[in-house]
């Protein structure tokens, strides 16, 4: 087979395995699953249409969180620090026994909750460009106030959308947490860059997406400074990932006309799944950038930052994709191939389908 033959699966009914550079892991495909009769759950689909205030969100301007503090009558995006964090400060008391079997180490860190509008039912994909590059300031604005702090290792920015993704609190958010050690998956995608980089002396992500560029087939849409896709390794049904086209190891790297080009690329794959089934479309969000490296200011050799957005839905009556058996003891596994993935995304209008006018 020539250098960079892809071996091309039958999509009905050719199972085969993908590999994912960035975790080391092997992915399942198998497309003819697709066709399997279902009579299990069925989701509620949420079509996104609340209402703009509730009284009784702890997130809403001016409301009473669970806490007793009051949030501000805030008119933009509004930041605090979490009620009920899952990092704390360290105190500096443990101490932990050096043991093979039972390993336990300190953690600290701060949870930080993002509100991105006041609005109650402004998703992102109902935001518009300029309300989403106010929440990307935030990032940045966080990002680097947090990464001043001398016991903070990674800076993870995330979201999760929706009942079924874990969600507590409808009104649309996103939180920050701030580890004091690397966790898991961002060490992982750490050492593969780390190999790649010594094994070819370039970015794992700039050839992988110099590779994408020239396919195409898994690419959802592009623009000037940012390419959003369906990667080539993904596991869940629409899992998509946007990059930058330039190398840049964390967010604070981005000129303005960056931040913008994110903001549209943001609101247009947000407007794209929800069209996809015509619901408020549930996923789990997050950024992968460089670990902080104390005293330096450059950007990583190795880290190419991203965003992962992880969503559940596989069907529009509501069949969700459970990570459950196989997946849970053997590996991950897909249906729907992610090139048939991206050409359903690819295809969708970009005009909410909230604001498109009834026939």
């Given amino acids: 087979m020539p250098e960079h033959e892809l071996f091309e699966p039958n999509p009905k009914d050719q199972s085969h395995r993908r590999f994912n550079l ?3 892991e092997w992915v399942l495909v198998s497309p003819h ?14 079509k996104g249409q609340a209402v703009q205030y509730d009284p009784g969100c702890y997130l809403c301007p001016g409301n009473q969180r669970a806490s007793g ?3 501000p009558m805030y008119t933009q995006t509004f930041v605090f620090t979490d009620d009920f964090p899952a990092l704390g400060p360290d105190t500096g008391l443990g101490k932990y026994p050096l043991d093979p079997l039972l390993q336990i180490a ?3 860190g701060l949870c930080r909750v993002i509100c991105y509008h006041p609005r109650h039912d402004l998703t992102m ?6 309300q989403i590059r106010t929440v990307i300031n935030v990032w940045i604005n966080e990002f680097n106030t947090l990464g001043q702090k001398k016991d903070i290792a990674y800076i993870q920015i995330f979201e999760n959308k929706g009942d079924i993704m874990g969600c507590t609190n409808p009104h649309p958010h996103g939180q920050i947490w701030a580890n004091s050690a690397i966790p898991n998956r961002p060490l992982k995608e750490d050492f593969r860059q780390q190999c790649y980089m010594q094994d070819h002396d370039r970015c794992l992500l700039c050839d992988y997406l110099e590779r994408e560029l020239k396919e195409r087939n898994r690419i959802v849409f592009s623009n000037d400074s940012f390419v959003c896709l369906v990667p080539f390794w993904a596991a869940w049904p629409f899992e998509t990932m946007i990059l930058p086209r330039r190398h840049m190891g964390a967010i604070n790297f981005m000129d303005e006309k960056e931040k913008t080009d994110l903001s549209i690329i943001i609101r247009q794959l947000g407007i794209c799944y929800d069209n996809l089934f015509e619901t408020s479309f549930p996923y789990s969000m997050g950024i992968h950038q460089q670990p902080l490296i104390k005293g330096s200011v450059g950007t990583s050799a190795i880290w190419h930052f991203h965003f992962h957005y992880y969503p559940p839905l596989l069907h529009a009556k509501g069949r969700k994709k459970h990570i459950a058996g196989y997946e849970m003891l053997a590996m991950p596994q897909r249906d729907i191939t992610p090139e048939k993935a991206a050409d359903m995304l690819r295809s969708q ?3 909410h389908y909230l604001e498109t006018p009834l026939s």
């Fill in 125 to 130: 994909a109902r935001m518009t460009e300029d």
């Fill in 106 to 108: 300190p953690e600290s």
């Fill in 22 to 24: 960035l975790t080391g």
């Fill in 33 to 46: 699953r697709t066709d399997r009769p279902w009579t299990g759950q069925q989701e509620e689909p949420n």
């Fill in 69 to 71: 503090k009051s949030n």
């Fill in 349 to 351: 209008r970009r005009i």
